[in-house]
């Protein structure tokens, strides 16, 4: 029902861009061909409202997490992609979910907000010596961040995600705010 949505939204000539992420680097073009929806599998840098966005899903970039570059690079690999493609599917997601629940059980505090551990705060900290962004907008961590950088002017958000806090960013007169559906108690960490 989702796909089908999805599709008659994109039918109807709302554009609708997908970022991938940690759990979608095999989705290969069937958004593109079967729903219609731009794919993207790295960040991309816009202009919108007059402000300069840098927009993404964030995982992989930044400093550390060494564990999870590595996979993603075999993830990636054709020769890889082409022998799971021959696994049981009992097997095969039976060994997607233990991959998950390594990432989780090696980052037990990743549901909280510390800046001063923060990857993607050093990444857009980083990249901001060398290239002027106001907003770098990431879903990666799943919780609801807005945070100011260094420079004191650009921004960091993270979108949230839908199944807990119901959050989600929305950008009026040049501004992004992160905002709750439905929810009352919503915390928005930064």
């Known amino acids: 029902?989702?796909?089908?949505?999805?599709?008659?939204?994109?039918?109807?000539?709302?554009?609708?861009?997908?970022?991938t992420g940690n759990h979608d680097m095999w989705i290969f073009d069937y958004f593109e061909k079967e729903l219609g929806i731009e794919t993207y599998r790295s960040p991309i840098t816009r202009t919108i409202q007059g402000k300069k966005l840098y927009i993404g899903h964030g995982d992989g970039l930044g400093p550390g997490d060494r564990g999870y570059k590595?996979?993603?690079?075999?993830?990636?690999?054709?020769?890889?992609?082409?022998l799971f493609e021959r696994l049981h599917p009992n097997f095969g997601i039976s060994?997607?979910?233990?991959?998950?629940?390594?990432?989780?059980y090696a980052n037990p505090s990743f549901d909280r907000f510390h800046k001063d551990t923060e990857w993607l705060v050093d990444y857009a900290n980083d990249y901001l010596?060398?290239?002027?962004?106001d907003f770098f907008i990431f879903g990666h961590r799943h919780i609801p961040i807005d945070h100011k950088l260094d420079n004191g002017i650009s921004r960091y958000i993270n979108t949230g995600e839908w199944l807990h806090s119901q959050s989600y960013a929305i950008m009026e007169d040049g501004q992004i705010k992160v905002v709750f559906y439905k929810r009352e108690?919503?915390?928005?960490?930064g």
């Open 1 to 19: 029902r989702l796909f089908g949505k999805l599709a008659e939204l994109s039918d109807g000539g709302l554009p609708i861009y997908f970022f």
């Open 70 to 82: 590595f996979i993603k690079k075999v993830f990636a690999n054709k020769v890889c992609q082409w």
């Open 95 to 104: 060994l997607a979910n233990f991959w998950s629940k390594q990432s989780r």
């Open 129 to 133: 010596k060398h290239t002027a962004i």
């Open 185 to 189: 108690d919503g915390e928005v960490f």
